[in-house]
């Protein structure tokens, strides 16, 4: 997960440089059309073996759920700073934490709830909503994070059912064809420096996401989550040192009650997780 968020937070920057150069749809349809061709090796054996029509499922649904997140995503990030999108995606691990509880079964201890509503206020001190007009972008990235978040959820099923590559493989294919009518619909023709740029994001983007879910496999998502708010202090340094974006002392503040009430709760688990695996006493006798 701390790879994810590096392979991200680059993607972010990448994004962000375009400046909104091309209509969100077809900018999100070639960033996939490249991450597809990249998983193609790993694409081509599986298809040819198939699945089962409860995996298809699954990976029409997710599909569906990404196209509606990159599309908002990169609209978001052609309209407020990078620091401020990677801040409202913080809604985005506790939607999947929430989720996983109520639809996955997995344990949400009294602390995590806690830290849950400690994050959600750090993001309303972000969004700040009533003392600032709203922009546009924010909505967006708002509706973004509600995709990502039960996209994730899909992901983390199909990840107990096939190997990680194929769960990335087949979400890029899914979501190129999904986007597909939606770019041509707003074509404009890219420059070749344009295409150059949203390659590189394809390749942080689906390396960010294998990971990813690697991660889901290995562990719980009520663990694994909580390290993706780490981006935030990247995000900012890129923002600022970058692209000379204001350092706004809300967005740092919400974030930062966010990645310390999930930083504690994370370190809480890990205390819990070393006890479980130290043996009793009685263990090492007789």
Same mark, same amino acid.
């Not at 998502?221 to 780490?230: K, S």
């Not at 002392?249 to 974030?255: D, T």
């Given at each position: 997960?701390?790879?994810?968020?590096?392979?991200?937070?680059?993607?972010?920057?990448?994004?962000?440089?375009?400046?909104?150069?091309?209509?969100?749809?077809?900018?999100?349809?070639?960033?996939?059309?490249?991450?597809?061709?990249?998983?193609?090796?790993?694409?081509?054996?599986?298809?040819?073996?198939?699945?089962?029509?409860?995996?298809?499922?699954?990976? &029409?649904?997710?599909?569906?759920?990404?196209?509606?997140?990159?599309?908002?995503?990169?609209?978001?990030?052609?309209?407020?700073?990078?620091?401020?999108?990677?801040?409202?995606?913080?809604?985005?691990?506790?939607?999947?934490?929430?989720?996983? &509880?109520?639809?996955?079964?997995?344990?949400?201890?009294?602390?995590?709830?806690?830290?849950?509503?400690?994050? @959600? @206020?750090?993001?309303?001190?972000? @969004?700040?909503?009533?003392?600032?007009?709203?922009?546009?972008?924010?909505?967006?990235?708002?509706?973004?994070?509600?995709?990502?978040?039960?996209?994730?959820?899909?992901?983390?099923?199909?990840?107990?059912?096939?190997?990680?590559?194929?769960?990335?493989?087949?979400?890029?294919?899914?979501?190129?064809?999904?986007?597909?009518?939606?770019?041509?619909?707003?074509?404009?023709?890219?420059?070749?420096?344009?295409?150059?740029?949203?390659?590189?994001?394809?390749?942080?983007?689906?390396?960010?996401?294998?990971?990813?879910?690697?991660?889901?496999?290995?562990?719980?998502?009520?663990?694994?989550?909580?390290?993706?708010? @780490?981006?935030?202090?990247?995000?900012?340094?890129?923002?600022?040192?970058?692209?000379?974006?204001?350092?706004?002392?809300?967005?740092?503040?919400?974030?930062?009650?966010?990645?310390?009430?999930?930083?504690?709760?994370?370190?809480?688990? &890990?205390?819990?997780?070393?006890?479980?695996?130290?043996?009793?006493?009685?263990?090492?006798?007789?």
């Amino acid at each position: 997960m701390l790879v994810t968020g590096l392979c991200f937070v680059a993607v972010n920057g990448i994004v962000r440089g375009l400046e909104g150069a091309l209509p969100a749809p077809q900018a999100a349809f070639i960033r996939f059309l490249f991450g597809t061709a990249f998983m193609l090796p790993v694409l081509l054996p599986v298809l040819r073996r198939g699945f089962g029509r409860q995996l298809w499922a699954g990976f &029409a649904l997710r599909g569906a759920l990404h196209v509606l997140g990159v599309v908002a995503w990169f609209y978001a990030m052609s309209r407020i700073t990078v620091a401020e999108v990677t801040a409202i995606g913080f809604l985005n691990p506790i939607m999947v934490t929430i989720g996983a &509880a109520l639809f996955l079964g997995e344990k949400l201890a009294l602390r995590r709830m806690i830290a849950i509503a400690v994050a @959600l @206020l750090g993001a309303l001190i972000v @969004l700040r909503p009533g003392l600032r007009p709203l922009d546009p972008g924010h909505l967006s990235q708002i509706c973004a994070a509600v995709g990502f978040g039960a996209s994730y959820l899909v992901a983390s099923r199909l990840s107990r059912q096939v190997p990680a590559s194929t769960v990335v493989a087949m979400m890029s294919l899914c979501v190129a064809i999904g986007l597909a009518p939606l770019a041509i619909a707003v074509w404009t023709p890219p420059t070749l420096v344009q295409i150059g740029w949203l390659a590189l994001v394809a390749v942080f983007a689906t390396l960010g996401h294998y990971t990813m879910t690697r991660a889901f496999a290995a562990a719980p998502l009520t663990v694994t989550q909580p390290v993706t708010f @780490l981006q935030l202090i990247w995000a900012s340094l890129l923002g600022v040192l970058v692209f000379h974006e204001p350092l706004d002392i809300w967005v740092i503040l919400g974030g930062g009650l966010m990645i310390g009430s999930i930083t504690y709760i994370t370190w809480r688990e &890990a205390q819990k997780r070393a006890r479980l695996k130290t043996p009793p006493v009685t263990a090492t006798k007789g």
